[in-house]
C-alpha cells in the first residue's frame, strides 16, 4: 500500500522558537496534502490543504502567518509552526491522496512547547 | 458547520460479537467517498474501508462492511467477530470537504 512518512514523530522547544513538519509520500507523487491537528480525546481538524506548487489554503481560524506550508515537490510538504506557544501542543497529522486506496496518513507528531 | 455526524461517544462489544457504528453527513455533491479510519492508541490513522458514492453495492473487507444509504446520507460500519485488536476510534471521514467526525471509541470486552 501507500505510505506518506511524517518527521519527527516528537518534538519538544522552547516557547518562541520554530519548528518544521515533514510529510513525504515514500511511492507516490501527491500534488495535494492535508494538514490536521488534534488534541487529545478530539477529532482531526483540518488546518490547512497544500498545494504542490502554489499557496496553501487555509481553513477558518487557522494563522497561516503562524502555520507555514511549503509544497515544494510532488513528494514533500512541510508544516513549520512558528513562534510557537503553549498553546500550540498538539498532535499534527499529514495526510495525501495515493489515487488507489484513498487517503493515507502519515504517523504523525506530537509537539510539546515549553 | 459539522458534516459528519458520529452519535456514539463510546461504543462496547463483547469479543467474537458484531456491533454497528453511525455516521451521518451532509453533502450536495452527488459524486464523493466515504471511510472509516481506525486510529488506535498509537495514533496512526488506518483506513478501514471507503465507500464510493455512485456505488450501490456496499464495501466489504473481511469482517468490515458498511452499510451505505445515499438518500440517508448514512454510513454505518458493522464490524462481525470483534477481536480484540479492534480496540480503537474510529473516525467517519467525507472527501468532499476532508472532514472527520467526532470519532467513536470502540471498546472489545473479552
Known amino acids: 500500500g501507500a505510505v506518506v512518512s511524517q518527521h519527527p514523530s516528537r518534538v519538544i522547544c522552547k516557547s518562541g522558537t520554530s519548528v518544521k513538519i515533514e510529510c513525504r509520500s515514500l511511492d507516490f507523487q501527491a500534488t495535494t496534502m492535508f494538514w490536521y491537528r488534534q488534541f487529545p480525546k478530539q477529532s482531526l481538524m483540518l488546518m490547512a490543504t497544500?498545494?504542490?506548487?502554489?499557496?496553501?489554503?487555509?481553513e477558518q481560524g487557522v494563522e497561516k502567518d503562524k502555520f507555514l506550508i511549503n509544497h515544494a515537490s510532488l513528494t514533500l510538504s512541510t508544516l513549520t509552526v512558528t513562534s510557537a506557544h503553549p498553546e500550540d501542543s498538539s498532535f499534527y497529522i499529514c495526510s495525501a491522496d495515493d489515487g488507489i486506496y484513498g487517503y493515507t496518513f502519515g504517523s504523525g507528531t506530537r509537539l510539546t512547547v515549553v | 458547520a459539522q458534516t459528519v455526524t458520529q452519535s456514539q461517544p463510546e461504543m462496547s462489544v463483547q469479543e467474537a460479537e458484531t456491533v454497528t457504528l453511525s455516521c451521518t453527513y451532509d453533502t450536495s455533491e452527488s459524486d464523493y467517498y466515504l471511510f472509516w479510519y481506525k486510529q488506535p492508541p498509537s495514533r496512526q490513522m488506518i483506513l478501514v474501508i471507503r465507500q464510493e458514492a455512485y456505488k450501490q453495492q456496499n464495501a466489504t473487507e473481511n469482517r468490515f462492511s458498511v452499510n451505505f444509504q445515499k438518500a440517508a446520507k448514512s454510513f454505518s460500519l458493522k464490524i462481525s467477530d470483534s477481536q480484540l485488536g479492534d480496540a480503537a476510534m474510529y473516525f467517519c471521514y467525507n472527501n468532499n470537504d476532508m472532514r472527520f467526525g467526532a470519532g467513536t471509541r470502540l471498546t472489545v470486552k473479552p
Open positions: 497544500s498545494n504542490e506548487g502554489s499557496k496553501a489554503t487555509y
